[in-house]
Every structure is written in C-alpha cells, then in structure tokens.
C-alpha cells in the first residue's frame, strides 16, 4: 500500500535544507491520496513518528532547450509534493550505509 502512495523521495537543496533545520522531509505522492494516508505510509515504510504532513500540487511547466537542430519543446507534468514534518528525535535515513 505504501509504493502506491509515495512514489519518490525529493533529494534538492531546498528540501535538504528543510531536513537539517525543521526536520521536513519531501516526497513525490500520488495525486489521490490523501494526508491521512500518506501519513500512515511513511510511518508504514520508515517506522517513524509522523507529527503532520502538509500537501502541494505542483502545476505543470512548458520546458524548453536549445540543440544543434533547433529548439525542442515540451513539458514537465504536474505532481503531488507532500512535507512530512516528524516528531522530535524521529529521522529518515534515505541513504544508508553509502
């Protein structure tokens, strides 16, 4: 139930930043659900405390770049982002042991 919820973890600076000093992580979900189960998913998949989670849907973006044969067009699609904010002490390890 927990890989049809969450699909990817944001690994930028931006959310890096959230990590070290608010104790947020970001993740990529699936555009139906909802807090309540994304909530039970990361607690489900990283046995962590959850102490809220707040949601975003990010819209989509015309994207465009310059090659040898001219400009190529298209787009990125919109997605759902969700910030887990976790109880005191708790963390997420997304590397392990690298």
Do not use: H, Q
């Amino acid at each position: 139930m927990a890989k049809e919820i969450l699909i990817k973890p944001i690994i930028t600076e931006k959310a890096d930043a959230l990590t070290d000093k608010l104790n947020k992580y970001s993740f990529i979900v699936n555009k139906k659900a909802n807090k309540i189960e994304i909530g039970k998913a990361v607690e489900d998949m990283y046995s962590v405390e959850v102490a809220s989670v707040n949601t975003i849907i990010m819209p989509a973006k015309a994207k465009s770049r310059n090659t040898r044969a001219g400009v190529i067009k298209g787009r990125v699609s919109s997605y759902k982002k969700a910030i887990i904010t976790l109880a005191e002490g708790e963390e997420i390890d997304f590397f392990g042991d690298i």
